[in-house]
Antibody
Framework: AVQLVESGGGLVQPKESLKISCAASGFTFSNAAMYWVRQAPGKGLEWVARIRTKPNNYATYYADSVKGRFTISRDDSKSMVYLQMDNLKTEDTAMYYC???????WGQGTLVTVSS | DVVMTQTPPSLSVAIGQSVSISCKSSQSLVYSDGKTYLHWLLQSPGRSPKRLIYQVSNLGSGVPDRFSGTGSQKDFTLKISRVEAEDLGVYYCAQTTHFPYTFGAGTKLELK
């Protein structure tokens, strides 16, 4: 069965950095585009980033709200996808979900809190 | 960006009742390959979202056939026949035709 397990969330101060991870299993990871979606407390869903596969040059796409501050990457040898978040703002506080397959599968999420 | 407008924002239903949720996009969601990448998700309280319907009308794996999706271009509907207690939560439509991908604001389904 497909499993996505996020980790690495926590409490950070504004302008600090954090890297969250997603461990994938149960499918051929190297063939799948991967996404990050976030949900601020009590709010709706917001797509954050996407990374394509090696044949597609690992092309990346970002929401305007995070462009220039967040970087999505992947390690196909480890079936991992990452989100490096720099210059964090209070408005980045959210549950961050790893997802794939046009939102067919989701992890349990990892909570990132940005507060002084 | 493509704006996804969901109505109503909330619904109060009795078990066994049928309901419909509307989702309208600000642009056509037909991709260059001819497919329409409009999906429906359900987020039950305290849980991660779960995809119910993909590409307008295709039922996700393990999703009961009480759920159905219809629509085209910019106008889409999710119908739930004979609501059960496990169907309660927030429903989202989502499009993956255009970047950035966008979601509707959600429709909260509650028990009457």
């Amino acid at each position: 069965a497909v499993q996505l397990v996020e980790s690495g969330g926590g409490l950070v101060q504004p302008k600090e950095s954090l890297k969250i991870s997603c461990a994938a299993s149960g499918f051929t990871f190297s063939n799948a585009a991967m996404y990050w979606v976030r949900q601020a407390p009590g709010k709706g869903l917001e797509w954050v980033a996407r990374i394509r596969t090696k044949p597609n040059n690992y092309a990346t796409y970002y929401a305007d709200s995070v462009k220039g501050r967040f970087t999505i990457s992947r390690d196909d040898s480890k079936s991992m996808v990452y989100l490096q978040m720099d210059n964090l703002k209070t408005e980045d506080t959210a549950m961050y979900y790893c997802t794939m397959g046009s939102f067919a599968y989701w992890g349990q999420g990892t909570l990132v809190t940005v507060s002084s | 960006d493509v704006v996804m407008t969901q109505t109503p924002p909330s619904l109060s239903v009795a078990i066994g009742q049928s309901v419909s949720i509307s989702c309208k996009s600000s642009q056509s969601l037909v991709y260059s390959d001819g497919k329409t990448y409009l999906h429906w998700l359900l987020q039950s309280p305290g849980r991660s979202p779960k995809r119910l319907i993909y590409q307008v009308s295709n039922l996700g794996s393990g999703v009961p056939d009480r759920f159905s999706g219809t629509g085209s271009q910019k106008d889409f509907t999710l119908k739930i026949s004979r609501v059960e207690a496990e169907d309660l939560g927030v429903y989202y439509c989502a499009q993956t035709t255009h970047f950035p991908y966008t979601f509707g604001a959600g429709t909260k389904l509650e028990l009457k």
